[in-house]
């Protein structure tokens, strides 16, 4: 286009250029369809809609509400929830705000810990949410496996406000039933952040936490395929005015209106069969480079994976993981460095690299593609 500035233009072109000629395995990406693009960048833009559809401060809204309507039905469809907010600008803003509705400052929260790979907004000390509440972590055992017991005896001794499952480096299925009986034990609340797992649980490969968690958030831009945005699941009708308070005017101002036309096609998108084989293609080409890794030598953690994620131990590496991840993006493939559970590097070193498949299976490669690709990065890292 003539009218974008050239040196705007130029990194345009650039980024185009490394996204086609490199290897996505960032976990936490994936390749939006053509029209969630468009319509991230439509005529919504242009418009202030602040309040919520039939509720709005500024007049001309009636399009607006029609589109976040349109995308709060087809999410509650998707996910089998009765009630939804997708107004949050990310995941991490959903989270804050679903802090804001049920908690005050000061109050004891029991989270992931971030080294076992749990998420910033979980109540890591570098978070708003880990310093103006009490905020606790629990890990995992040596295996990198959740241990639910261990979890009940800390949430017995601790007595939390609010216990929040999901993680942002777990591999395995999360046992959500599990989290509900703990929670249940110590009357706390439930949140459960399943921003990693959205689009497996969309395409039925990951169980749904809808039906045991008492608020559901997820961002809606990784596995689910969407634009960069979050979203607020819940069931219980008396939550309503707390969530939808807490997100506006609470912790934030007018919505993304053009994210929100974008996030109702991808929900229409994610509801169709072809998503259903995607996200189960996620899942088989992650066991398949997860069988390679274990054969060469290449540990990962807990020996396999439930979902796109992988996490591959290089504790007894001569490579961090650090310079794991910058040798393969010098072979054209990213990933990221990531912690594991008692690292014997530093935080900026790490001794695990993080690998997801969720967006070179948008991609369409299959399962043999998978396959040569992990004896490949084998290859590089021995």
């Not at 001309?60 to 509650?76: P, V």
């Not at 979890?151 to 609010?162: F, G, H, R, T």
């Not at 509900?180 to 169980?207: E, F, K, N, P, T």
Request: net charge negative; charged share 20%; glycine share 8%.
């Amino acid at each position: 286009d003539k009218m974008v500035d050239k040196r705007i233009l130029s990194i345009l072109s650039n980024e185009g250029i490394r996204q086609s000629d490199t290897i996505e395995l960032i976990a936490s990406e994936n390749f939006a369809s053509d029209a969630v693009m468009q319509l991230s960048g439509s005529i919504f833009t242009n418009k202030y809609a602040e309040g919520y559809p039939g509720k709005r401060y500024y007049n001309g809204c009636e399009n607006a509400d029609d589109i976040e309507q349109l995308a709060i039905d087809t999410l509650c469809e998707l996910f089998g929830s009765k009630f939804a907010n997708v107004q949050p600008h990310s995941g991490a803003n959903a989270n804050l705000a679903v802090f804001k509705a049920f908690l005050k400052p000061g109050d004891k929260v029991l989270g992931m810990d971030l080294a076992s790979g749990g998420h910033l907004s979980h109540g890591s000390s570098a978070n708003l949410s880990g310093q103006w509440f009490d905020a606790h972590s629990y890990g995992v055992n040596d295996e990198g496996l959740l241990d639910y017991d261990a979890i009940m005896d800390q949430a017995l001794d601790l007595q939390p406000k609010m216990i929040v499952a999901g993680a942002s480096a777990y591999p395995r299925q999360i046992d959500w039933e599990k989290f509900r009986h703990i929670a249940d034990q110590v009357g706390a609340l439930l949140l459960v952040d399943m921003a990693h797992y959205s689009g497996l649980i969309a395409g039925g490969v990951y169980d749904n936490p809808i039906d045991y968690a008492d608020v559901v958030t997820s961002t809606t831009h990784k596995t689910l395929r969407g634009p960069r945005g979050g979203v607020i699941l819940w069931n219980d009708e008396a939550f309503t005015k707390k969530i939808n308070s807490a997100i506006f005017p609470g912790t934030q101002g007018g919505p993304l209106m053009h994210i929100i036309a974008a996030k109702a096609q991808c929900f229409i998108e994610a509801s169709t069969d072809d998503f259903m084989f995607y996200a189960n293609d996620v899942v088989t080409n992650s066991q398949a480079m997860c069988d390679v890794f274990n054969e060469r030598g290449m540990p990962v953690l807990t020996d396999g994976t439930d979902s796109h994620i992988i996490l591959m131990d290089l504790s007894k590496s001569k490579y961090s993981g650090r310079e794991a991840a910058d040798l393969l993006e010098e072979n054209g493939i990213t990933v990221n460095k990531n912690g594991i559970p008692n690292d014997p590097r530093s935080f900026v070193e790490t001794s695990g690299i993080r690998i997801g498949t969720a967006a070179e299976t948008t991609r369409g490669h299959d399962r043999e593609w998978f396959v040569r690709l992990a004896h490949r990065i084998c290859d590089i890292l021995s």
